[in-house]
């Protein structure tokens, strides 16, 4: 790597005066920056620079800053030597950015220059500028870094630190304020682990004590480090002096923009006091209630070192630990508790779904685990599928069967998961991660004898938390005037299931299963189609269903437990065709349009079941129909059933189309999890998640397939800085000395095609420690 610290012994003079490095160090050739002495050791070594002139002419020189810190040189000039320089003395300002006459004013030749790598060296009695432009934002930063602790320390300006260099015991080498607080934490800490006193330790402990300080840092990397430093000073033992440890320390724990930022905002002190830390929140963070009081909260909380707490100042190393910490998440901080809404019907929400989460692996040989119902509910899932199916000795199973030769998810070599386990585990966890609601969407193939064991365990095992239908507020007819609120059902299970119809008076009945496969017997039956967002599948046969849907009987105990009835399609299909006759039969003076009421006689208490091929297809063919029976009715899509190996659809497909519940298998990671994961992150992660206004208002008018602005929504624009990283890991099977990774940022956007954009970010070329990147990115978004 290029050094920045002290004379390398690799650095030659070539023609030019100019100085050729020669690397074989295992790091990129990155600049390793942790104070103002390794800015200006950076800027003594020189670099090229663009100079930027008010004719609109750039030109590319050689910058190089004197030994003794006295003169700011460049070459080639057409002046001589002694004129092609700038004396440090006079340098009044060191502005960032395009902030002069020459970079606003000169047209087009400017405006392709970078904003973060440009920077303005003010000069003179009469304030002439001096214009630059870095090959990156982070040169940039050092040249500036550098300049800037001249100017506020002139003292320094043509000493060079006495002795021709930038070592410990030099000028520069005493350091600022806040670099003296490190060196003296670091030194109390090394001090802690030299149980002897003699000033040297295990490389073991070094190595224990640098992770300790550096949360997430690879062990790997610190012996490396160490290492590279004794081979530096030929010699290698097992054993870490205090200045070796400091020396790791500071070049691999210090994030240089970081850094950089702490600079310019505590006036080269390298350290915060409260009024700095409250001009930063105000300005960078946006947080005008910030008061003085807390900011000294925040030092005590951050800052590492004794010294620092007593004195309330926030050095470098605090300052990072506060950047990195929740604090500043890019996360809206209002949500990481409830902050929306809560007594609006169930329908106004999204809901946090599980599909199948008692499976360990794939669809065909994942065996039944209590284990995946704990982590459901411990993510926020607020409604969870429970498969039953008939168990030996009359006891009910968890787990699925679809026919007599079907796959029940038990294995002869595991003991089988009673159903009775699997509620006592839900109700253990129900309300542990959030108080609202738990739906539990039961799906059971169980003879009459073995239901009727079933309705025991759901009322004995849920107790009062079960909510019956008798507990429902109907009106006249048996039907409820609205679904109730999550903040209604506050600590309160609901059984989705199928329902006796009305007028069924025996003990048992019959009811169908159309609803239980992809197509469900609705008009997809027979049809090739593509799954929407799952196009790599390729064209799926949707299997037709039988002659006439499955008949099931179902024991009336079971029946009135159910407080949510499961549908099919047909409810969607039927609720559509009552509307067209509704629209018919009304006056030729009413206005039929996307945004008219839903008719007063939709079904209020029951959840339509959609297979991923349906449901995608109605968000694409009949969006504004399936938003507006959403407004009243729950919805859920499960996935299809050619996804064997568990993996998941992409939910957003589906949430822009209104429904609520997407059932996704929690134990598949992947980035359709994590989209998941974003958006029932909000509102506390209450599995809770208020649908957008033109989604519940009753008239209104959304499409989700919309190309342009969706009305009565103004869009607005998105701005994204995307800074830097740190500590990203190397390839999979990489060793300490393994590949280098280039890493670059990809932002994307999620929701209707108006608003779905990818960028990225340019790649930062072999580093992995602190990549900068340092670019701001807009996204218009229309939908919200």
């Not at 001090?191 to 490389?203: I, L, N, Q, R, T």
């Not at 669809?363 to 498969?387: I, M, P, S, Y």
């Not at 168990?391 to 009775?420: F, K, M, N, Q, S």
């Not at 009459?448 to 009322?459: F, K, V, Y």
């Amino acid at each position: 790597m290029t050094a920045v610290g002290g004379r390398d012994p690799s650095v030659h003079k070539v023609a030019g005066g100019r100085k050729k490095t020669v690397s074989f160090s295992s790091i990129p050739s990155e600049k390793k920056v942790s104070s103002a002495a390794d800015c200006l050791a950076f800027m003594q070594g020189g670099c090229e620079l663009k100079k930027v002139r008010p004719n609109s002419r750039v030109y590319c020189r050689f910058y190089t800053l004197d030994q003794d810190l006295s003169c700011l040189r460049w070459e080639p000039s057409k002046k001589d030597l002694e004129r092609a320089r700038l004396d440090m003395a006079t340098i009044r300002e060191v502005r960032t950015g395009k902030s002069t006459e020459t970079f606003l004013h000169n047209g087009p030749a400017a405006e392709h220059l970078a904003e973060e790598a440009s920077f303005s060296i003010i000069h003179g009695d009469d304030y002439q500028s001096l214009d630059l432009v870095a090959l990156s934002p982070d040169v940039a930063n050092i040249w500036v870094t550098g300049l800037r602790y001249l100017v506020s320390h002139p003292s320094v300006i043509g000493h060079g630190g006495g002795g021709g260099g930038l070592g410990e015991g030099s000028i520069i080498g005493e350091g600022s304020l806040g670099s003296r607080m490190r060196r003296d934490w670091l030194t109390a800490e090394f001090a802690e682990v030299d149980e002897d006193g003699y000033g040297v330790v295990s490389e073991d402990m070094a190595v224990a004590t640098i992770c300790k300080l550096c949360p997430g840092i690879k062990e790997a990397k610190v012996r490396l480090r160490f290492k590279e430093i004794q081979r530096s000073k030929e010699k290698l033992t097992s054993h870490v002096t205090r200045e070796e440890f400091q020396e790791a320390f500071c070049e691999l724990c210090t994030r240089p923009d970081v850094y950089f930022l702490l600079v310019q905002l505590s006036k080269d002190r390298e350290c915060l006091d409260a009024q700095d830390l409250r001009l930063f929140l105000e300005t960078e963070q946006g947080l005008s209630l910030a008061t003085a009081e807390g900011c000294l909260e925040l030092v005590q909380r951050f800052e590492p070192s004794g010294p620092g707490k007593e004195r309330g100042l926030l050095a470098l190393d605090g300052f990072a630990r506060y950047l990195q910490s929740p604090e500043c998440q890019l996360f809206d901080v209002e949500h990481q508790g409830v902050c929306q809404d809560m007594s609006l019907p169930l329908s106004h929400y999204y809901i946090s779904t599980s599909y199948r989460s008692y499976l360990l692996d794939d669809q065909v040989h994942g065996r039944a685990d209590l284990g995946g119902l704990t982590k459901a509910l411990q993510a926020g899932c607020r409604c969870l599928e429970l498969g039953v199916t008939d168990g030996p000795e009359g006891e009910p199973l968890l787990g699925v069967d679809y026919g007599p030769d079907a796959h029940r998810h038990h294995h002869h070599h595991h003991t089988p998961v009673t159903i009775r386990s699997a509620l006592e585990v839900v109700n253990k966890y129900a309300f542990l991660t959030s108080p609202y609601p738990l739906l539990v969407y039961l799906c059971q193939r169980c003879s009459p004898s073995q239901q009727r064991i079933l309705a025991q365990h759901l009322r004995k095992v849920f107790s009062t938390r079960l909510y019956t239908p008798e507990a429902l507020l109907v009106s006249q007819g048996g039907r409820a005037t609205s679904l109730p609120s999550p903040e209604q059902l506050k600590g309160r299970v609901l059984l989705v299931g199928k329902k006796l119809p009305p007028e069924e008076e025996g003990s048992e009945g019959e009811v169908s299963e159309e609803d239980e496969e992809i197509g469900g017997g609705g008009p997809l039956a027979g049809r090739r189609m593509t799954i929407p967002g799952e196009e790599e599948l390729g064209v799926v046969l949707v299997v037709p269903p039988p002659p006439q849907p499955r008949r099931l009987r179902l024991r009336r105990e079971l029946s009135d437990l159910v407080g949510v009835a499961r549908t099919g399609s047909r409810s969607f299909y039927n609720h559509r065709e009552t509307r067209k006759q509704g629209q018919q039969h009304s006056p030729p003076s009413t206005p039929s349009t996307p945004g008219t009421p839903l008719p007063p006689e939709s079904p209020y208490w029951t959840l339509c079941s959609l297979g991923e091929g349906e449901a995608g297809r109605l968000a694409s063919e009949s969006p504004e129909e399936l938003v507006g029976f959403t407004k009243r009715t729950l919805s859920r899509v499960r996935p299809s059933s050619v996804r064997l190996d568990s993996s998941n659809p992409n939910p957003q497909g589906y949430w822009k189309g209104g429904v609520q519940l997407v059932a996704l298998n929690q134990q598949t990671p992947g980035a359709m999890l994590d989209l998941h994961r974003g958006r029932f992150t909000q509102n506390g992660g209450c599995g809770f998640v208020l649908r957008p206004g033109v989604m519940r208002d009753e008239v209104s008018y959304f499409s989700a397939v919309t190309q342009g602005c969706v009305p009565g929504v103004p869009p607005q624009i998105l701005r994204v800085k995307v800074i830097s990283a740190h500590n990203l890991p190397k390839p999979q099977g990489a060793g300490a000395k393994g590949e280098v990774i280039d890493p670059y940022v990809v932002l994307e956007m999620h929701g209707v095609p108006a608003d779905c954009i990818e960028q990225r970010t340019r790649t930062a070329a072999q580093n992995q420690d602190d990549p900068l990147f340092d670019e701001t990115f807009e996204f218009q978004v229309r939908d919200r």
